[in-house]
């Protein structure tokens, strides 16, 4: 991205004129860098909520009793009368009834 212009021979109004382009790019360049930082902090911010939001749904889920661990009871997965069917999905889920499909 640096260029390595040779400014030997140039006039002092064109060396001016250089100067001020430089002076302008750089001033851009600080522009964006300043928008880059800003948003950085904003996504900083954000992962720290999304971060805590996390901590705390996990603590709650972490109180809950029995959340999984224990197998379905028989009365859960006997035959429904209503014509549906139990579906086992895995162990962590368990348990769960779909229609029977009529053929």
């Known amino acids: 991205m640096a260029s390595t212009t040779s400014f030997d021979g ?10 001020v382009e430089l002076q302008q790019g750089l ?6 860098v300043d928008g880059v930082k800003g948003e950085n902090n904003q996504l900083r911010e954000d992962n720290m909520v999304l971060k805590d939001y996390l ?18 009871s028989r009365v859960m997965i006997q035959h429904n009368p209503d014509g549906a069917q139990s579906v ?15 053929d």
């Open 55 to 72: 901590n705390n749904l996990m603590a709650k889920v972490g109180k809950m009793s029995n959340l999984g661990t224990t197998a379905p």
């Open 10 to 19: 140039l006039s002092r109004e064109e060396l001016m004129q250089k100067v």
């Open 88 to 102: 086992r999905v895995n162990d962590h889920i368990g348990e769960l009834t779909a229609p029977a499909m009529d």
């Open 27 to 32: 001033a851009e360049l600080s522009v964006k």
